[in-house]
């Protein structure tokens, strides 16, 4: 099979003299079975005209945002979805620092802003440009959203100035996109995940609630969206940025969280309740503010619906995954857990001491029915990727074939 069989690429070209080599890539990706459209900048234009690019890949390239014809064919938001990568070669230093800053004032940085599909972008510029602190700031905060960074290459350059800044070859960009459609663990796989604390209203100033500040249920999301999965973050209260290509669904409560987590669990392959949920709420909420008159007073608290042990009992359960946040006797309670609420999988991590809500770096154990394994002290983010690890070893093993077929995105 070819690299690149039904992959749909859409390449973006902009104004670069490494834009001749594009024409090459368009070639080489076709020969890998890819289906390629081609998306220029003006400046790009400037280098090779669109017209070689269309003979190349069979399809009219496009230029401008409000082209009406090009428009009424295929939206720019119809090009962004369908996509399943896009690779922006050769990329430019203006265009780069755009995409870092979420600009979208032409045809591709719109669409990239608009996808959900993997971005790879090759870099092409004089090297002194490629050196400038503010480059290499833009290429950093690329890097951490997870979009990957090609190259690039070393050597002499168009200008006559020697060193980093060269396009890579046609073939190294080919090589790159087919190893990061291999390693997309999730791809195709829908994942819903849960992250965050809950409130509970008291009155309408006060609400009960917990430390948790989304941090983990944020890094599996993204470490995710990294892996291939399409992911829906059911969020409760959190100062953390939205993390780009994820849809997030913002809740309060454990009630508003619960209806989140049913309407949209159908669709899911995986579930992974990270969130914080409070065990309990008011029984009834005061409608106006309490007053400081008596010298003690008592909330009654009724349960909440157990969303994670609901979502295992559900008729065609997804593959589910739990967290234990324990004080003491971590392993005991989080295997009592895992059997309870019947989980696939729980991650268990020690809370309290200035450990687990709110910190960076945790360590958990993740149990199932009959193993663990522990994953040492490390940021979140790492956990999050060795975590998807685990899970993806445990979901594929168990749900061959039937549960591919039965969860497509
Ligand atoms: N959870 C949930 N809904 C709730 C309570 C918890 O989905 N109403 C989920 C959490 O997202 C987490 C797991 O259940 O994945 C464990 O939460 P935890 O509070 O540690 O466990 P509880 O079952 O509430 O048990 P306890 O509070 O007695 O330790």
């Not at 962004?80 to 050769?90: N, S």
């Not at 960009?173 to 209203?201: C, M, N």
């Not at 953390?240 to 997030?248: K, M, Q, R, S, Y």
Request: proline share 4%; aromatic share 4%; hydrophobic share 45%.
């Amino acid at each position: 099979m070819k690299g690149l069989e039904q992959k749909r690429i859409i390449l973006g070209v902009t104004g670069g003299i490494a834009a001749y080599k594009s024409a090459e890539l368009v070639r080489r990706l076709m020969e890998q079975g890819a289906d390629v459209q081609v998306v220029m900048t003006t400046a790009a234009c400037e280098f090779i005209t669109p017209l070689t690019f269309q003979a190349l890949s069979g399809h009219p390239v496009r230029c401008e945002s409000f082209d009406t014809s090009s428009e009424a064919a295929m939206s720019h938001i119809e090009l962004a979805r369908w996509a399943d990568a896009v690779l922006v070669a050769p990329c430019s230093a203006n265009t780069l620092a755009k995409i870092a800053g979420g600009i979208a004032d032409n045809l591709l940085t719109t669409l990239i802003l608009a996808t959900d599909a993997p971005l790879l972008l090759a870099p092409a510029m004089n090297q002194q440009m490629w050196a400038q602190s503010t480059t290499a700031e833009n290429v950093n905060s690329l890097a951490v959203k997870g979009i990957k960074i090609l190259g690039p290459d070393i050597g002499e350059q168009a200008c006559g100035d020697l060193g980093a800044g060269r396009m890579l070859e046609p073939d190294q960009l080919v090589d790159a996109l087919i190893q990061s459609f291999q390693h997309l663990a999730f791809a195709g796989q829908r994942i819903l995940i849960t992250a965050g604390p809950t409130r509970e209203a008291i009155d309408p100033v006060r609400f009960l609630s917990n430390r948790s500040s989304g941090k983990m249920g944020y890094a599996l999301a993204r470490a995710a969206r990294e892996a291939g999965a399409a992911v829906t973050l059911i969020s409760g209260p959190s100062v953390l940025a939205t993390p780009a290509g994820i849809d997030v669904i913002s809740v309060e409560t454990a009630a508003e969280m619960h209806s989140a987590v049913m309407a949209h669990i159908s669709k899911a392959g995986i579930f992974i309740g990270c969130a914080a949920v409070a065990d309990y709420r008011l029984a009834e909420p005061a409608s106006e503010k309490l007053k400081k008159q008596a010298d003690s007073i008592q909330l009654t608290l009724v349960k909440n619906a157990d969303i994670l042990a609901e979502v295992a009992a559900l008729p065609n359960p997804p593959f589910t995954v739990g967290f234990a946040a324990e004080t003491s006797h971590l392993i005991e309670n989080a295997r009592e857990k895992l059997q309870r609420k019947h989980l696939n999988l729980i991650a268990a991590n020690q809370v309290g001491d200035n450990q687990g809500f709110d910190q960076d770096d945790n360590e958990l154990t993740v149990i199932w029915q009959d193993g663990q394994v522990e994953l040492p002290s490390s940021s979140k983010n790492q956990l999050a990727k060795k975590l998807l690890e685990i899970i993806a070893q445990h979901y594929f093993q168990k749900s061959q074939p039937e549960n591919n077929e039965k969860h497509p995105t």
